[in-house]
């Protein structure tokens, strides 16, 4: 592809990091060692919603980009974002979809503190599988080490840390969850605002190639989710969560990871700075869709009240 010169500076990145702490110290502040405990009772949901995230969509995204014929740069990208751990907005959106809060919760909580492990795994290993990103990796030549200190220090800590305080100050943390998530998606939306106005030329010179790419693959990954939780015969509302689950990734997380591992490698952060735009507007067109209709069956805990 054309080469693509985007402007960021080491501040920003710096930046980036601290706002993905802060969004999963926030999320984690009402997280208790029970829930992790209703989830080994009742797991069917929860796990459902991990094999999705984990392996269903990694694999399909890595056929997706040896099937397409693509740049390696937008390929790896994609891989990339498919392998991130979902977001904490996708709480917010099953809270709003009329969904299970509780399942989906308790899957942002699972996949961003596995996302240690699992992140540079499977990026490792479906970059690998395609003969396109597996050269352009090789080249970049990235240390897995460093890649799982990167994923621990902005997600696991914080939200380590989150569950800590608030269960060692619970009025405060209540009262510190809702400013703290407004303050998180301000800053967050004001940052890839920034990001796409300062590289305004760039992103609409390559619109052509990344757009389509970032669409397909957030519906492939929504209707991923809805499959296998209908396969699976969930409740309506638990359907809800584990749709939104997979579709809403922490994209900031790969944007963070790009900036430190690939600064060279603009085609992966169109994607990425697309993707998390984008995954905004769909989540929410569906979340306002579900809005309007009551879940069908009900779940067997649906904690709507867990969104303050």
């Not at 980009?65 to 959106?93: H, K």
């Not at 800590?157 to 407004?182: H, S």
């Not at 939780?229 to 509302?237: E, I």
């Not at 990871?257 to 769909?282: D, E, K």
Request: net charge positive; proline share 6%.
């Amino acid at each position: 592809m054309p080469a693509v010169n985007l402007e960021f500076s080491p501040s920003a990145m710096i930046a980036l990091n601290a706002i993905i702490a802060l969004m999963m110290f926030g999320v984690s502040l009402e997280l208790r060692a029970d829930d992790f405990r209703r989830i080994l009772r009742t797991p069917k949901a929860p796990l459902i919603g991990m094999l999705v995230q984990f392996v269903l969509l990694p694999a399909s995204t890595c056929l997706l980009t040896i099937a397409l014929p693509i740049d390696p740069e937008l390929a790896l990208g994609m891989i990339l974002v498919a392998t991130c751990p979902s977001g904490t907005f996708s709480n917010i959106m099953t809270w709003l979809g009329r969904g299970n809060v509780a399942v989906s919760a308790s899957v942002t909580a699972v996949s961003s503190l596995t996302a240690g492990i699992f992140t540079p795994l499977n990026f490792a290993l479906y970059a690998g599988l395609n003969p396109q990103t597996r050269a352009l990796l090789t080249e970049i030549s990235i240390d897995p080490l460093q890649l799982l200190a990167m994923v621990v220090l902005v997600l696991v800590l914080p939200m380590l840390a989150g569950m800590f305080f608030g269960k060692a100050r619970p009025q405060l943390a209540r009262r510190l969850e809702k400013p703290l998530r407004t303050f998180s998606l301000i800053v967050m939306l004001a940052f890839v605002g920034g990001a796409l106005s300062k590289n305004l030329e760039q992103f609409a010179e390559h619109f052509h190639l990344f757009f389509w790419l970032v669409v397909t693959l957030n519906s492939m990954a929504l209707l991923l989710g809805y499959a296998c939780a209908r396969l699976w015969r969930l409740p309506d509302a638990d359907v809800r969560a584990v749709t939104l689950e997979t579709g809403i990734h922490n994209s900031a997380l790969g944007m963070a990871l790009i900036f430190t591992f690939f600064p060279q490698a603009g085609g992966m952060l169109l994607i990425a700075a697309f993707w998390g735009c984008w995954q905004l507007i769909s989540g929410l067109l569906l979340a306002l869709y579900w809005s309007r209709r009551a879940p069908r069956e009900p779940a067997a805990v649906t904690l709507n009240q867990g969104i303050h």
